[in-house]
């Protein structure tokens, strides 16, 4: 089963400025299989990014995806208000199990 | 409107039994990958269950031999059969769709529910 490790567990940030989440894999991710995801409070998650850096449907592009291998990292270049919440990676490949990582939590300074 | 509605969740007592439902509309269950993600409180997500196209099914190591996922094509719904229910199966259960995205078959979890809680409790 492949582990994946966010970093950091949470950051604080202030609207405006730049935030850069990082996702590790405990062995090779193909590209096409790892998507990441926002889980406003309260709230189911929402797809951000498939296949490592394309949006989906209605996500601003302030918020890209890049990385390959074992490494793979979400940049929302300017902070919303309304981008702080949890964010979680995923691989998810031709086969389960479909494993996210622990979440990083972008707080608001 | 593409829309899954969870139900069935509630207090139950470890040992006991519970079904969930996702009612889906604006697409056919039969034509995407269909799973079950839960989230103990304050916790991250956890992958539990997917119902390929075909019919395969596979579960996470923490629930196999538990839990049965299913789907009713007539009524475009998906289950998850709980049976044997433990403290830590406590948690939000959403489902959500898989879809496939460009040539390159980019798997990802486009559409969930909203989640129905189940509490695993004496």
């Known amino acids: 089963e492949i582990v994946l490790t966010q970093s950091p567990g949470s950051l604080s940030l202030s609207p405006g400025e730049r935030a850069t989440l990082s996702c590790k894999a405990s062995?090779?991710?193909?590209?096409?299989?790892l998507a990441w995801y926002q889980q406003r409070v309260g709230q189911a998650p929402r797809l951000l990014i498939y296949?490592?850096?394309s949006r989906a449907t209605g996500i601003p592009d302030r918020f890209s995806g890049s990385g390959s291998g074992t490494d793979f990292t979400l940049t929302i270049s300017r902070l919303e208000p309304e981008d702080f919440a949890v964010y979680y990676c995923?691989?998810?490949?031709?086969?389960?199990?479909?494993?996210f990582g622990q979440g990083t939590k972008l707080e608001m300074k | 409107e593409v829309q899954m509605v969870e139900s069935g969740g509630g207090l139950i007592q470890p040992g006991k039994s519970l079904r969930l439902s996702c009612a889906v509309s604006?697409?056919?269950?039969?034509?995407?990958?269909m799973n079950w993600v839960r989230q103990a409180p304050g916790k991250g997500l956890e992958w539990v269950s997917v119902?390929?196209?075909?019919?395969?099914?596979y579960y996470a190591d923490s629930v196999k031999g538990r839990f049965t996922i299913s789907r009713d094509t007539s009524i475009n719904t998906l289950y998850l059969d709980m049976t044997a229910l433990r403290v830590e199966d406590t948690g939000v259960y959403y489902c959500?769709?898989?879809?496939?995205?460009?040539?390159?078959?980019?798997?990802?979890?486009?559409?969930w529910g909203q989640g129905t809680a189940v509490t695993v409790s004496s």
């Open positions: 604006g697409f056919d269950i039969n034509a995407n990958f």
């Open positions: 062995q090779s991710v193909s590209t096409s299989y």
């Open positions: 296949g490592t850096s």
């Open positions: 959500a769709r898989t879809n496939t995205f460009g040539p390159d078959y980019h798997y990802a979890m486009d559409v």
């Open positions: 119902l390929y196209r075909g019919g395969k099914t």
């Open positions: 995923q691989q998810h490949g031709s086969s389960p199990p479909y494993t």
